[in-house]
């Protein structure tokens, strides 16, 4: 069986996704469409964060919009849509079907465009693969979180009650069964000596109704990214139990302890990234790959990478590529040993 510690190998660092906006290609004739040449981009650029409002993928991709627009590095407009559904899997097939062209719009996205599509439930026919892997942003740890007025003050009061009956308690993500948040959830358990298929787990659309689920008694634990949770962490909403990171953070999470101090191996690191359709023209390819990097070097990025509570880690799409690929082989042995591969 795979150890947690190949998990922070398996999920590392945790990124954005921006993305340019058009007409969709059922309503939006090619022509209308920037195809990638001499003064792209010529339109609006829309960031398509394929989750509810409040989740780490609405969060990165509003920040990454808002440093674009305010530091002029990209002349056209960014606007930022959600697209949630299936945990991100119902926005990638109209991406990788739809979209597969349209030049103007970028996707936000993390470790379920590659869990998605190798899980067993609710697997999605596409993947990374139906992209233009464009950068690695930003990096995030996941989080065990309770409501502030909860019975359990740590993480091990929580294990030990799943561990005597694993349907004891209702945990909850802002992704599908077998993607990101429910991985978050159960890993703890899973190397705690739970049966991790048998723990009772609800998926909601986004961190932000996730938290609303928790906070509404609908849910006892959720698992989710850190930064997610900052606010309501410091507004004394929420208690977070740990965070799979592989020491201590600073800042506001820097009195929480890791789930390795609570005596459980969990490490599980949350990379977002920024992807173009499938046939991103060469083009628009080029440009993004300056304007990311001149994004990550701006004092303003940097600035709200720190303000948002993620940690800056950049690759590009060259590097970014071969780390997929890397993931890709990893989160299929990570599934397997959980029993939740396709």
């Given amino acids: 069986m795979i150890s947690l510690k190949k998990v922070s190998a398996f999920l590392l660092a945790g990124a954005l996704v921006a993305g340019m906006a058009a007409c969709s290609s059922q309503n939006t004739s090619s022509d209308e469409k920037s195809e990638g040449g001499a003064g792209y981009p ?20 509003r920040s990454f919009a808002k440093v674009l627009n305010e530091t002029k590095l990209v002349q056209q407009p960014m606007t930022v849509e959600n697209k949630p559904g299936g945990g991100g899997a119902v926005f990638m097939a109209e991406y990788a079907t739809q979209q597969a062209d349209n030049n ?8 379920p465009i590659i869990i998605n599509h190798l899980k067993k439930e609710g697997n999605s026919p596409y993947g990374y693969k139906n992209t233009t892997p464009l950068a690695q942003l930003t990096k995030d740890y996941g989080a065990i979180v309770v409501k502030a007025d909860s019975e359990f003050k740590d993480l091990k009061s929580v294990l030990e009650v799943v561990k005597k009956d694993p349907k004891a308690l209702t945990f909850a993500g802002g992704s599908a069964p077998g993607s990101m948040d429910h991985l978050v959830s159960i890993l703890p358990a899973y190397e705690y000596g739970v049966d991790p298929t048998k723990i009772k787990y609800v998926s909601y659309d986004g961190g932000g109704e996730a938290i609303t689920a928790l906070l509404g008694g609908n849910a006892d634990v959720i698992g989710t990214d850190a930064s997610s949770v900052k606010e309501f962490m410091k507004s004394g909403k929420v208690r977070v139990l740990a965070i799979t990171s592989p020491e201590r953070l600073t800042g506001d999470f820097a009195d929480i302890p890791t789930a390795i101090e609570s005596g459980v191996d969990a490490e599980f690191t949350i990379w977002r990234g920024v992807f173009g359709p499938e046939n991103m023209s060469e ?5 993004w790959d300056t304007a990311l990097e001149k994004l990550v070097d701006s004092p303003e990025w940097k600035k709200e990478v720190e303000t948002q509570g993620w940690e800056l880690e950049y690759k590009n799409s060259v590097d970014f590529s071969k780390f997929l690929a890397e993931q890709d082989t990893q989160v299929q042995q990570l599934l397997e040993a959980l029993g939740m591969e396709k």
């Avoid at 609006?44 to 780490?56: D, L, M, N």
Wanted: hydrophobic share 40%; net charge positive.
């Fill in 42 to 61: 010529k339109k609006t650029i829309t960031v398509v964060a394929p989750s509810g409002a409040g989740g780490g993928w609405d969060l990165t991709a």
């Fill in 104 to 111: 103007d719009m970028l996707l936000v996205n993390s470790p």
């Fill in 283 to 287: 083009e628009a390819k080029k440009y």
